[in-house]
């Protein structure tokens, strides 16, 4: 798997934004808290994998992957009910001297 297609897209979010703006002095807690990013992956991908995907892409170092397989939801379509494709997402830490400016 190509690390371009391991990484599918940055999840820009109100939460997203404000854990990459933190970092682990002001948080005083453990080393995996504060600068932060949240990433849509390929569901088959390990951490190891979209570790080593971001930082090729990005040229940072990465602390830690935190992943998590997200559920579709079941949706309305005309008059049938369907759902929304199931996802993961990796929330990747940096270590402190490192950040992504993703806007």
Do not use: C
């Not at 934004?17 to 948080?27: E, F, I, R, V």
């Not at 992957?65 to 379509?77: A, C, E, L």
């Amino acid at each position: 798997m190509d690390i371009y297609h391991i990484v599918k897209r940055p999840l820009v979010t109100e939460k997203g934004t404000h854990q990459a703006s933190q970092s682990y002095d002001a948080t005083n807690h453990s080393r995996a808290r504060g600068g932060s990013y949240a990433f849509e992956v390929h569901r088959q991908a390990s951490k190891p994998m979209i570790k080593q995907a971001i930082e090729k892409i990005y040229n940072v170092k990465v602390e830690s992957v935190r992943t998590s397989n997200r559920k579709g939801k079941r949706r309305r379509v005309k008059f049938k009910m369907g759902t929304t494709p199931a996802w993961k997402k990796a929330v990747v830490v940096l270590r402190a001297e490192h950040h992504i400016d993703l806007f």
